[in-house]
């Protein structure tokens, strides 16, 4: 092999390495970046419970939720327990748009498990279980006052 091929054949191999890395990286960010969030939520939830601090466990449910039972419920069953994640297991059984978070860990009382369905709205993620919705239903929504 001659000198300046040598030379053409790193470029190559290395313009393949490159294209193979972004081409298998397509796709794959969103989900990756998702569950990276989604992750980061749940250690956000923990932790807010192991501080017992009921303001910040109150912002991980969606907008507009009424927190004030399902944060004390939550408070009163883990808070100050000093838990440990051992794991964060995300299924999407209900479709991507409502993944579960199956956290399970040690606590100073024992075994810790938990399920928590969550939700994006916009760009964030959300814990639906920390409340219940407030907001009035959209306008020309289906109403029951009238029959068919």
């Known amino acids: ?3 300046w091929e040598k030379g053409r054949l790193r470029q190559l191999l290395s313009l393949f390495i490159v294209a193979t890395g972004l081409i298998s990286g397509c796709g794959e960010s969103d989900s990756r970046g998702d569950m990276g969030s989604q992750r980061a939520l749940i250690k956000s939830y923990v932790h807010a419970l192991n501080s017992k601090d009921s303001d910040t466990l109150a912002k991980l449910a969606p907008p507009g939720y009424q927190t004030d039972r399902e944060v004390a419920e939550r408070m009163t069953a883990h808070g100050g327990k000093e838990i440990n994640i051992k794991s964060i297991d995300i299924t999407t059984d209900f479709g991507p748009e409502y993944p579960t978070a199956k956290v399970t860990g040690t606590s100073r ?11 994006q709205i916009e760009d964030r993620w959300y814990i639906i279980g920390l409340g219940h919705n407030t907001a009035p239903p959209p306008s020309g929504t289906a109403g029951t006052d009238r029959p068919f």
């Open 109 to 119: 009382t024992g075994p810790y498990r938990e399920s928590l369905r969550l939700i």
């Open 1 to 3: 092999m001659l000198p």
